[in-house]
T-cell receptor, first 114, second 114 residues
Framework: EAGVAQSPRYKIIEKRQSVAFWCNPI?????LYWYQQILGQGPKLLIQ????????DSQLPKDRFSAERLKGVDSTLKIQPAKLEDSAVYLC????????????FGPGTRLTVT | AQSVTQLGSHVSVSEGALVLLRCNYS??????LFWYVQYPNQGLQLLLK??????LVKGINGFEAEFKKSETSFHLTKPSAHMSDAAEYFC????????????FGGGTRVLVKP
């Protein structure tokens, strides 16, 4: 079974530029999560999707971050414009449904904003 | 609101010695508890989880954890450390039936000395 795929693995941009990350969850997984992991900290949930609907985006900085999962499969997370404090690893995870407590994580995208 | 505290951001153990990583949580509802491991430049991998039932939980790679409600703790142990255990470990809590949003602790980095 293929795992959660993410791309790119690394990205370096200048502040005020925009960037997009892509995630393809495990086939058949209805629930998809995006986490932000700042160096030295645990992951923090940004947004949770159930199929193509948003379940929780309470910690997503909506003035600059956006995410979509239009067909209920893969997902894109965008930052526009980026700030220095957005430097982090962005992790995507999926689970079969909201009642399954195990989440499967992708390798992450390391973003550096200069 | 939920929170997780991991005591000690870095732990150093000798190969063959006991590994003990401490985790305390706060939750207004019966918690579901998890330990994840993260190797360099990789995503998180589930080590073990407690949902209901037996409070001593066994996971992969020889790790186990015990849920102690009276102490609000979920410490992770392994009797004999191996060089391959060098990684970062995260404790996490979710609210169970209210949805499986994970709240992570800050992580503990384990160094194994030969």
């Amino acid at each position: 079974e293929a795992g959660v795929a993410q791309s790119p693995r690394y990205k370096i941009i200048e502040k005020r530029q925009s960037v997009a990350f892509w995630c393809n969850p495990i086939s058949g997984h209805a629930t998809l999560y995006w986490y932000q992991q700042i160096l030295g900290q645990g992951p923090k949930l940004l947004i949770q999707f159930q199929n193509n609907g948003v379940v929780d985006d309470s910690q997503l900085p909506k003035d600059r971050f956006s995410a979509e999962r239009l067909k209920g499969v893969d997902s894109t997370l965008k930052i526009q414009p980026a700030k220095l404090e957005d430097s982090a690893v962005y992790l995507c995870a999926s689970s079969p449904d909201r009642q399954t407590y195990e989440q499967y994580f992708g390798p992450g995208t390391r973003l550096t904003v200069t | 609101a939920q929170s997780v505290t991991q005591l000690g951001s870095h732990v150093s153990v000798s190969e063959g010695a006991l590994v003990l990583l401490r985790c305390n949580y706060s939750s207004s509802v019966p918690p579901y508890l998890f330990w994840y491991v993260q190797y360099p430049n990789q995503g998180l991998q589930l080590l073990l989880k407690y949902t209901t039932g037996a409070t001593l939980v066994k996971g992969i790679n020889g790790f186990e954890a015990e849920f102690k409600k009276s102490e609000t703790s979920f410490h992770l142990t392994k009797p004999s450390a191996h060089m391959s255990d060098a990684a970062e470990y995260f404790c996490a809590v979710s609210r169970g039936a209210a949805g499986n949003k994970l709240t992570f602790g800050g992580g503990t980095r384990v160094l194994v000395k030969p």
